[in-house]
């Protein structure tokens, strides 16, 4: 189970053993979404409406904006900006899951609420994503700007985007949208760990069946726990694409109409008057399927990589108290 579990045996899991086991499954799970990831922010940062019945922008449906962005761009644009991404999920991983596994600890012992209890798990895992937030918004502004850029490419590799960026726009430009970021990561992460920790027991094996297909059912609550926890939280995500790529609007100009947003407030008010309510939940359809994707893999991954440490320790363990009694 994710989280401090005072009913497991042996030493509990250590911060760096949780940042490793996070950074870890980040790096993995990046790899499978990215181009899931392209096309949703390709979908969000598009002004003309989604829609495949009455086509108006570039991009209206799933498969017609795959097959568009291959044609125009070629396979390797499905992980535009993959560098930063992955630095990003490698980062966000750990600082996200070693937060979490410090909390529910302190939990436990500093309060009288359990620390395995859902309840917990949505407070202590929306606090973890906005530590991480904090910490890795400069990375998750880079790769956004990467996504969006079409050809000719604006940016030609990562050190010359900081550089122009830093030049043109200042430092606070690395931190575009983080008011929207924080104010959806909270209760986005905070869901994910609630429902996963749900459907988690829900789906828990009887003491008779032993615990076959943990693996499989870690992925399955991941996945519907993404789901729902994306849906609720997403327009925040839209806004916050809307905000990262101000300034950038030049190289937006041919995939559509372009806009310039004043601020968070701003951004919303615009959105509401010329896109409509269905303006706040452009690409929800492929960023659905890459959040059951992300938050399974991620819990999935995670998992699968505490277990191998622990049977590391374990293994590791037994080969000491081996050797020791062999010299006796």
Same mark, same amino acid.
């Given at each position: 189970m994710v989280g401090y579990d005072p009913g497991v045996q042996g030493a509990p899991l250590s911060p760096e053993e949780a940042a490793f086991a996070g950074s870890a499954a980040g790096m993995v799970t990046r790899a499978l979404i990215s181009p899931f990831d392209v096309i949703k922010i390709r979908f969000q940062l598009q002004i003309e409406r989604v829609s495949s019945k009455t086509p108006e922008g570039k991009y209206y449906g799933i498969f017609q904006a795959t097959r568009c962005i291959h044609s125009e761009e070629g396979l390797s644009a499905f992980w535009k900006g993959h560098i930063p991404a992955q630095l990003l999920s490698i980062c966000y991983g750990a600082v996200q899951f070693a937060s979490f596994e410090f909390l529910t600890e302190l939990v436990h012992q500093k309060t009288l609420y359990d620390s395995q209890t859902a309840g917990v798990h949505f407070i202590c895992g929306g606090l973890a994503a906005c530590s991480a937030t904090v910490v890795c918004q400069p990375l998750d502004t880079l790769r956004t700007r990467f996504a969006a850029q079409g050809e000719p490419k604006v940016y030609r590799n990562l050190r010359h985007a900081v550089s122009t960026m830093w030049r043109s726009e200042g430092t606070l430009t690395f931190y575009r949208g983080l008011s929207p970021t924080l104010m959806a990561v909270f209760p986005y992460a905070g869901l994910q760990f609630f429902f996963y920790n749900i459907f988690k027991k829900l789906l828990a094996p009887r003491p008779e069946a032993?615990?076959?297909?943990?693996?499989? +059912?870690?992925?399955?609550?991941?996945?519907?726990?993404?789901? =729902?926890? +994306?849906? =609720?939280?997403?327009? *925040?995500?839209? *806004? +916050? +694409?809307?905000l990262q790529v101000g300034g950038f609007e030049a190289a937006r100009a041919h995939f559509g109409q372009v806009r310039s947003y004043r601020g968070l407030l701003d951004c919303m008010v615009q959105i509401a008057k010329e896109e409509g309510f269905r303006g706040f939940f452009k690409g929800l359809s492929p960023s659905l399927v890459k959040a059951a994707l992300s938050t399974g893999f991620t819990f999935f991954w995670y998992e699968f990589f505490v277990n191998a440490l622990h049977n590391f320790k374990e293994k590791r363990g037994t080969n000491v108290i081996t050797k020791d009694f062999n010299r006796r």
């Open positions: 032993g615990n076959s297909g943990g693996n499989l +059912k870690s992925l399955v609550c991941g996945s519907g726990a993404g789901m =729902i926890s +994306k849906t =609720i939280t997403y327009p *925040f995500d839209l *806004f +916050k +694409k809307r």
